[in-house]
């Protein structure tokens, strides 16, 4: 079945630091690849996607890369806020099912100023 | 934007006793909707899907006569663990697909619950 692991939390950061939450996926075909980020308080935003290989996604400073030969989307952010802490998690869908995800764990991100 | 809310966003109640979650889309319809829970330090999973005016489709390995699903209206979808024991304490959390525009998933912001 499908499944995605990403990096164990809790991740803490002074601000303007470089970011970098791992994931990796295992799934059948070519699933559609997300970051989802949940503030205190809130339910779960989409953060990015990619839907094909070599595919970035990008938002609020944040990337991810779909790479297919390492079946990995890592979120990378070159200068963190403190505005950035929530909890990330990485999940995919299913080739032609966007609304049925697999989830990672999820990270925890505290920022410091 | 679009808001989903869930109710309560933490419950404690005793074993053995029944516990409803309200999912509610505030302003927009939503056909679909779906029910996670996530243990300590696991991921999310997917119980259930929530459909409205049909009966509901679980996921391999839950219990349909534990955890009820009502979806009576465009708006709300209910989860009632019924019996509840302590092992299903956990986080549960729904999400909507507008009915209309259905290509973004808008999640709740969760539900605690505690069974004692």
């Known amino acids: 079945g499908n499944s995605v692991t990403q990096m164990e939390g809790p991740v803490t950061l002074s601000e303007e630091a470089f970011l970098t939450i791992n994931c990796t996926y295992t799934a059948t075909g070519y699933p559609s690849l997300f970051w989802y980020v949940q503030y205190p308080g809130e339910g779960l935003q989409l953060l990015l996607k990619?839907?094909?290989?070599?595919d970035k996604g990008s938002n609020k400073g944040f990337e991810a890369t779909y790479r297919k030969e390492t079946t990995s989307f890592h979120l990378e952010k070159g200068s963190v806020q403190v505005s950035d802490s929530a909890v990330y998690f990485c999940?995919?869908?299913?080739?032609?099912?966007?609304?049925?995800?697999?989830f990672g764990k999820g990270t925890l991100l505290t920022v410091n100023p | 934007g679009a808001v989903v809310s869930q109710h309560p966003s933490r419950v404690i109640c005793k074993s053995g006793t029944s516990v409803k979650i309200e999912c509610r889309s505030l302003?927009?319809?939503?056909?679909?909707m779906f029910w996670y829970r996530q243990f300590p330090k696991k991921s999310l999973m997917l119980m259930a899907t929530s459909n409205e005016g049909s009966k509901a489709t679980y996921e391999q390995g839950v219990e349909k006569d534990k955890f009820l699903i009502n979806h009576a209206s465009l708006t709300l979808s209910t989860l009632t663990v019924t019996s509840a024991h302590p092992e299903d304490s956990s986080f549960y959390i729904c999400?909507?697909?507008?009915?209309?525009?259905?290509?973004?998933?808008?999640f709740g912001e969760g539900s605690w619950l505690t069974v004692v």
């Open positions: 999400s909507a697909i507008p009915t209309v525009s259905g290509n973004t998933i808008y």
């Open positions: 990619a839907t094909k290989a070599d």
């Open positions: 302003d927009f319809q939503a056909t679909t």
């Open positions: 999940a995919l869908s299913e080739q032609g099912s966007n609304y049925k995800l697999t």
